[in-house]
């Protein structure tokens, strides 16, 4: 069936619009429940949140729906997306769910939900779970001596932070690093500044000071701006930029210089590389990861194994190759030897772990391999079938024929907001630049077109 609730990263959305109501919330809830209970014993659920206002909507709405279906519930507050995929293997549960859209601005939220292995889920299961909630729930409903029962689980913060702090090797300390934390005023505020001073850092904390509205504003991994000012104003060796709900990072080296995804998968699969903890050969990586990181791993007898966008579908590849080291540009790092999912306060310990290791600075070590010259727009639109349309067709035809075997173009509608991203790359960057934007113009075009044409058609009918 067609999925309409569900996106590349769980269902997403304006909250209080459709689909992101307590209504849709509740109903799915009680299908995810009746999708995962299996035997006769006391099933378990848990949710963990970001700061935005409107999990307060969410949360009571979800636990409503679980407790329905006879599933019990424990609420972990605001905690990173990694942690519940962390709690709920740990905990034996049955499913764990996060509600979060991620970098998204406070306005959006969203639902993520991880199976009793601490995965997300894939796409066959989130589709069933949509065709029950299609279907209606009445058959859901648990006897009322068969409710589930909800409770707090107080020391969730304090089981990640030991469990984050495991994945750094204990010969080490950060002693002597003074480090900047943005945390996007988001799941992680609490958390990880914590990590990193109990092992031994200095640590210049901002934007952690949560109040429902300024998730992700003006800072944050998609706003590192204030991160790499604070590096410079404090004289910090480097800066480490959290999102909204601390599944991605992305890194300042002292001189404020920005630090991507691509660079930082590079050095963590060179360093394991080196210490013959590699596994598959490789890493996996997304259709928008550089090329100068594919010639950099090939240069090293490595390979770059690419799937869609989504650190589900990274996860999903590593899983089925045996790859341990895995993630996207924009900062989702995935190592599988600890985590099921991306965790941004994971991979900066591996990152420092390398710096601490070798007694470089971080603009010595994150320089992994020269990027190729790329470019990418995001086009925001009503309709994301637009690319449908035979206009924007021919449109891209047209510019991968004039981009030939120079380089890539890669298009795509966004699965987590209104948006066609179009992304170009080559060697010959005004080239590039050029393509890329003349494409986006073009969508923004038949976009408008297209609206004008439906909106003059609703009138006259």
């Known amino acids: 069936m067609t999925r309409e609730l569900f996106g590349t990263d769980g269902i997403r959305g304006t909250a209080n619009r459709d689909p992101v109501t307590a209504e849709t919330a509740m109903a799915v809830a009680m299908a995810a429940g009746e999708q995962f209970r299996r035997g006769d014993h006391r099933h378990l659920v848990v949710i963990g949140k970001d700061t935005r206002l409107s999990g307060y909507m969410l949360e009571p709405a979800l636990t409503a729906g679980f407790v329905a279906a006879g599933m019990d519930v424990v609420l972990t507050g605001p905690i990173p997306t990694p942690a519940v995929g962390m709690l709920t293997h740990s905990l034996r549960a049955d499913l764990g769910v996060v509600i979060s859209a991620s970098h998204n601005p406070f306005a959006d939220n969203g639902i993520k939900l991880f199976g009793p292995d601490g995965y997300k889920l894939s796409d066959a299961v989130e589709a069933e779970i949509e065709r029950r909630v299609h279907q209606g729930v009445h058959g ?24 984050v702090k495991s994945t750094f090797p204990r010969r080490l300390r950060l002693d002597g690093l003074k480090i900047v934390v943005d945390c996007a005023h988001g799941a992680a505020y609490k958390v990880a500044p914590r990590v990193f001073y109990e092992l031994g850092a200095e640590v210049v904390p901002i934007a ?25 104003a404090h004289g910090a060796q480097i800066g480490l930029a959290l999102d909204g709900d601390a599944d991605r990072l992305i890194v300042a080296d002292e001189h404020g210089r920005l630090i991507d995804g691509d660079q930082l998968m590079g050095l963590v699969a060179g360093f394991m590389q080196a ?3 590699l596994s598959g050969g490789g890493l996996v990586a997304t259709v928008m990861s550089n090329l100068g990181l594919e010639r950099h791993l090939k240069a090293r007898g490595l390979k770059l194994v690419r799937t869609p966008v989504g650190d589900r579908y990274v996860v999903e590849r590593m899983r089925q190759d045996g790859y341990n080291v895995g993630g996207e540009q924009s900062g989702h790092i995935v190592l599988s030897d600890y985590t099921t999912t991306g965790d941004g306060l994971i991979a900066a310990l591996q990152v420092l772990a390398v710096l601490v290791e070798t007694q470089q600075s971080a603009s010595q070590a994150l320089s992994v391999f020269e990027p190729v010259p790329q ?36 298009i795509r509608a966004s699965g987590t907001e209104p948006k066609i ?3 170009a790359e080559a060697d ?19 976009a408008e077109d297209r609206a004008a044409t439906d909106k003059h058609t609703k009138a006259a009918e």
């Open 275 to 277: 210490e013959g903890a």
């Open 140 to 163: 859901s409903r648990a006897a009322p001596d068969q409710l589930g029962r909800a409770r707090r689980l107080d020391d969730a913060d304090g089981r990640y932070i030991e469990f």
């Open 421 to 423: 991203r179009v992304m």
């Open 375 to 410: 470019k990418l727009t995001s086009v925001r639109v009503a309709d994301r079938t637009v690319l449908e349309d035979s206009r924007a067709q021919e449109a891209i035809a047209a510019t991968q024929h004039e981009l030939a075997d120079q380089g890539r173009l890669v």
């Open 428 to 446: 010959d960057g005004e080239l590039v630049n050029r393509l890329v934007d003349q494409l986006a113009d073009r969508i923004q075009m038949i």
């Open 208 to 232: 952690c000071d949560p109040d429902g509205f300024n998730i992700n504003q003006a800072c944050g991994a998609t706003a590192p701006e204030a991160m790499q000012q604070a590096v410079a």
